[in-house]
Nanobody, 122 residues
C-alpha cells in the first residue's frame, strides 16, 4: 500500500510563494504518476497539476498555468508543487495523489495524502 505524506502548506500573502512536497512510502512508488488536487469550501475537488513517471509529461489547471510548477525526484519518490504569485482564490486544502498508470499526467487518484491547508490572504 502506498502512503503519501505531504508538507509545506501554510498562510501566505497574495503574491507570495509556497512549495508543497509529497513523499511516497513504497519502493515501487517511483513508477507512479503523481499530482496535486485541491478543494475549497463549498467547491468540488479539482486537479491542479500532474506529472507522469518516465517522460515527466505535465498537466496544469488553466488558472494556475504560468504560476505553479510541478516536478519530481524519482530516486527520492518525491513530488513538488512550487506555487508562485498566489491569489486568494488559490486558498484550499491541497491533496497529493498518485496513480498506478505511470504514463498519465492528468491523474485520477488511486492513492491520496492527508491534505495540507494553503491560505492566501489578500
Amino acid at each position: 500500500q502506498v502512503q503519501l505524506v505531504e508538507s509545506g502548506g501554510g498562510l501566505v500573502q497574495a503574491g507570495g510563494s509556497l512549495r508543497l512536497s509529497c513523499a511516497a512510502s513504497e519502493r515501487s512508488a517511483s513508477s507512479l504518476s503523481m499530482g496535486w488536487f485541491r478543494q475549497a469550501p463549498g467547491k468540488e475537488r479539482e486537479l491542479v497539476a500532474g506529472i507522469s513517471w518516465g517522460s515527466g509529461t505535465t498537466y496544469y489547471l488553466n488558472s494556475v498555468k504560468g504560476r505553479f510548477t510541478i516536478s519530481r525526484l524519482n530516486f527520492k519518490n518525491t513530488a513538488y508543487l512550487q506555487m508562485s504569485s498566489l491569489k486568494p482564490e488559490d486558498t484550499a486544502v491541497y491533496y497529493c495523489a498518485a496513480d498506478r498508470v505511470s504514463s498519465r499526467a492528468q491523474i485520477i487518484g488511486d492513492y491520496w495524502g492527508q491534505g495540507t491547508q494553503v491560505t492566501v490572504s489578500s
